[in-house]
T-cell receptor
Framework: EAGVTQFPSHSVIEKGQTVTLRCDPI?????LYWYRRVMGKEIKFLLH????????ESGMPNNRFLAERTGGTYSTLKVQPAELEDSGVYFC???????????FGPGTRLTVL | GENVEQHPSTLSVQEGDSAVIKCTYS??????FPWYKQELGKRPQLIID?????GEKKDQRIAVTLNKTAKHFSLHITETQPEDSAVYFC?????????????FGQGTRLTINP
């Protein structure tokens, strides 16, 4: 089966611009998670969807970040306006059941100049 | 909230030797402990996981041990090979409703020297 896919693989934008990241989970996986790794530090949780509902958004850093999962399939993460500290690798993961194994996508490397 | 500490940050071993990476967690309610391997430029790959009702789990050259009392768990790789070189992340999760997020350690860069 196809794994988790993310688009784009890389994005370079200027401070103040808007970027939208996309994640397509493994087919049939109701649970979708966003994480990010900043400056070689640990991978940190951002939020968790169950189908189209936000189950846990405790990791979202501020209101410049907006995640959506309309229809319960793919998800988007929008950063508007982007700041320098938003640079990092954004990972998406999915699991078939709540509390189940999470499978990661390849990540989107975001660079804010 | 949960905090996961991982040691060492870097580890270099000779091919064929064993490697051990250790993690401690703070939340006694955590009950799921996966390990991920990330090769350069690739996605984090789940290599083994353990739940708190089990003390040890093996899969070929990889094993994970869990000590719930001490709140620590370890990854053991035996007979290391060059392809084991990667960054390894431990993680912990409560796994219950509303708390499935993984809390990761800082990562260990493992280098296998031929």
């Amino acid at each position: 089966e196809a794994g988790v896919t993310q688009f784009p693989s890389h994005s370079v934008i200027e401070k103040g611009q808007t970027v939208t990241l996309r994640c397509d989970p493994i087919s049939g996986h109701d649970n979708l998670y966003w994480y990010r790794r900043v400056m070689g530090k640990e991978i940190k949780f951002l939020l968790h969807f169950v189908k189209e509902s936000k189950q846990d958004e405790s990791g979202m850093p501020n209101n410049r970040f907006l995640a959506e999962r309309t229809g319960g399939t793919y998800s988007t993460l929008k950063v508007q306006p982007a700041e320098l500290e938003d640079s990092g690798v954004y990972f998406c993961a999915s699991s078939v059941i709540t509390g189940g194994r999470q499978f990661f996508g390849p990540g989107t490397r975001l660079t804010v100049l | 909230g949960e905090n996961v500490e991982q040691h060492p940050s870097t580890l270099s071993v000779q091919e064929g030797d064993s490697a051990v990476i250790k993690c401690t967690y703070s939340d006694s309610a955590s009950n799921y402990f996966p390990w991920y391997k990330q090769e350069l430029g690739k996605r984090p790959q789940l290599i083994i996981d353990i739940r708190s009702n089990v003390g040890e789990k093996k899969d070929q050259r990889i094993a994970v041990t869990l000590n719930k009392t001490a709140k620590h768990f370890s990854l053991h790789i035996t007979e290391t090979q060059p392809e084991d070189s990667a960054v390894y992340f431990c993680a912990a999760s409560r796994g219950d409703q509303g708390a499935q997020k993984l809390v990761f350690g800082q990562g260990t860069r493992l280098t296998i020297n031929p």
